[in-house]
């Protein structure tokens, strides 16, 4: 490894979460699982000051030209091409709540995880209407696997994610929290129970909230959230064609996109500009043209359209379909930051939430380049 060159961090990034990484010391940073809820089968890694997942668990990663060697202590470590050494990289390391429990023994870890580097994420009902056949389910969802597999809880209750919320920023710093839910039955798909979360861990610490749930069939729901001090809102397309919508998601699919489009701008209203994000993930069958054609009528009402590589996870009916290519993922990132720069709504004024993180594209890794 004498050699030692140098990719731009954009490109570096594509690369990685297209590809994967192997890693000479699979336990490096703290632990990552196989399959479940949020970025599962990644790693985070910090690169040139961006925190990114990097899937280490997929097939692809197993056969993937990058390498990144054993850390030091401190978590950090190089990260090579086919014998050429790129660059340094860190493992954020092992968050220190994670050796805490509630007073009734369930263990920290299991109410809400670290994702990239600081911010605390947690799916606050573990089980979803749309979950229970696979004639409805999401293809790409492993939200039941965590469940399964005994890493979490089924309904994570208001005070339990307040005590966990405190504890993880005053012993890791962490700087915003995510809150998703699995969709339960009722109109309110999910922001009932999302806004009485974050009631309690606002009167237990001063943390900024991202909620994330399906479309609610009355609008007033925007204002209770918002009243209950949530401070972004997230409500994803994940595929934004009927033809693909329907085969990737055929439950979710019949909430449509008019309905989605209609729930954005009333979100806009209640929590401003840049404040309501989506979702989109490439890769799995929208073309470069329809993405970047929703994204556009998404700016224009004031939404953050957060495109993301599509990455497999193990156990899901989509775990051995392919990661988009890096120039596909080039192809859509470049120009929508541009947009999204043009238009005033970049990654950096997101309160809390996906968008701001970053960690799951090089969106803002693009937008930083066009802002230096």
């Given at each position: 490894?004498?050699n030692t060159t140098r990719l731009p961090t954009e490109v570096l990034i594509n690369e990685l979460q297209s590809y994967g990484a192997r890693l000479v010391d699979p336990k490096?940073?703290?632990?990552?699982?196989?399959?479940?809820?949020?970025?599962?089968?990644?790693?985070?890694?910090?690169?040139?000051?961006?925190?990114?997942?990097?899937?280490?668990?997929?097939?692809?990663?197993?056969?993937?030209?990058?390498?990144?060697?054993?850390?030091?202590?401190?978590?950090?470590?190089?990260?090579?091409?086919?014998?050429?050494?790129?660059?340094?990289?860190?493992?954020?390391?092992?968050?220190?709540?994670?050796?805490?429990?509630?007073?009734?023994?369930?263990?920290?870890?299991?109410?809400?995880?670290?994702?990239?580097?600081?911010?605390?994420?947690?799916?606050?009902?573990?089980?979803?209407?749309?979950?229970?056949?696979?004639?409805?389910?999401?293809?790409?969802?492993?939200?039941?696997?965590?469940?399964?597999?005994?890493?979490?809880?089924?309904?994570?209750?208001?005070?339990?994610?307040?005590?966990?919320?405190?504890?993880?920023?005053?012993?890791?710093?962490?700087?915003?929290?995510?809150?998703?839910?699995?969709?339960?039955?009722?109109?309110?798909?999910?922001?009932?129970?999302?806004?009485?979360?974050?009631?309690?861990?606002?009167?237990?610490?001063?943390?900024?909230?991202?909620?994330?749930?399906?479309?609610?069939?009355?609008?007033?729901?925007?204002t209770r959230m918002k009243e209950a001090r949530v401070d972004a809102l997230g409500m994803h397309l994940e595929a934004v064609t009927p033809e693909v919508r329907a085969r990737?998601?055929?439950?979710?699919?019949?909430?449509?996109?008019?309905?989605?489009?209609?729930?954005?701008?009333?979100?806009?209203?209640?929590?401003?500009?840049?404040?309501?994000?989506?979702?989109?993930?490439?890769?799995?069958?929208?073309?470069?043209?329809?993405?970047?054609?929703?994204?556009?009528?998404?700016?224009?009402?004031?939404?953050?359209?957060?495109?993301?590589?599509?990455?497999?996870?193990?156990?899901?009916?989509?775990?051995?379909?392919?990661?988009?290519?890096?120039?596909?993922?080039?192809?859509?990132?470049?120009?929508?930051?541009?947009?999204?720069?043009?238009?005033?709504?970049?990654?950096?004024?997101?309160?809390?939430?996906?968008?701001?993180?970053?960690?799951?594209?090089?969106?803002?890794?693009?937008?930083?380049?066009?802002?230096?």
């Amino acid at each position: 490894m004498e050699n030692t060159t140098r990719l731009p961090t954009e490109v570096l990034i594509n690369e990685l979460q297209s590809y994967g990484a192997r890693l000479v010391d699979p336990k490096a940073g703290h632990e990552s699982r196989r399959g479940g809820a949020g970025p599962s089968d990644h790693k985070a890694l910090t690169i040139d000051g961006m925190t990114v997942m990097v899937p280490v668990h997929t097939a692809p990663a197993f056969e993937s030209p990058y390498l990144v060697e054993k850390p030091d202590d401190m978590g950090r470590s190089r990260i090579s091409r086919d014998g050429t050494v790129l660059g340094e990289v860190s493992f954020p390391l092992r968050p220190r709540f994670y050796e805490r429990s509630t007073a009734d023994g369930i263990p920290y870890s299991q109410i809400a995880v670290l994702h990239g580097k600081d911010v605390l994420a947690t799916t606050v009902l573990q089980t979803c209407i749309r979950y229970q056949s696979r004639t409805k389910t999401c293809q790409f969802c492993a939200i039941g696997q965590s469940l399964a597999a005994g890493r979490t809880i089924a309904h994570k209750t208001p005070e339990q994610l307040a005590e966990v919320a405190k504890a993880a920023v005053e012993l890791d710093g962490v700087k915003h929290m995510v809150m998703t839910t699995g969709t339960p039955k009722g109109d309110d798909r999910g922001a009932a129970i999302l806004a009485d979360s974050a009631r309690a861990i606002k009167a237990a610490v001063n943390i900024p909230i991202q909620a994330q749930c399906e479309p609610p069939e009355d609008d007033i729901w925007f204002t209770r959230m918002k009243e209950a001090r949530v401070d972004a809102l997230g409500m994803h397309l994940e595929a934004v064609t009927p033809e693909v919508r329907a085969r990737i998601m055929p439950g979710k699919a019949q909430v449509s996109i008019a309905k989605y489009m209609a729930s954005f701008k009333a979100a806009v209203e209640v929590f401003g500009r840049g404040q309501v994000s989506t979702y989109i993930l490439a890769g799995l069958g929208d073309s470069r043209e329809a993405i970047l054609d929703i994204c556009e009528k998404l700016v224009a009402l004031g939404v953050y359209p957060f495109v993301v590589p599509f990455v497999p996870i193990s156990g899901t009916p989509l775990e051995s379909h392919q990661a988009p290519r890096p120039d596909f993922m080039h192809s859509i990132l470049g120009p929508l930051s541009r947009m999204l720069v043009a238009s005033g709504l970049k990654a950096v004024d997101i309160k809390a939430g996906c968008g701001k993180c970053g960690a799951c594209s090089a969106l803002s890794t693009y937008e930083r380049m066009l802002t230096k």
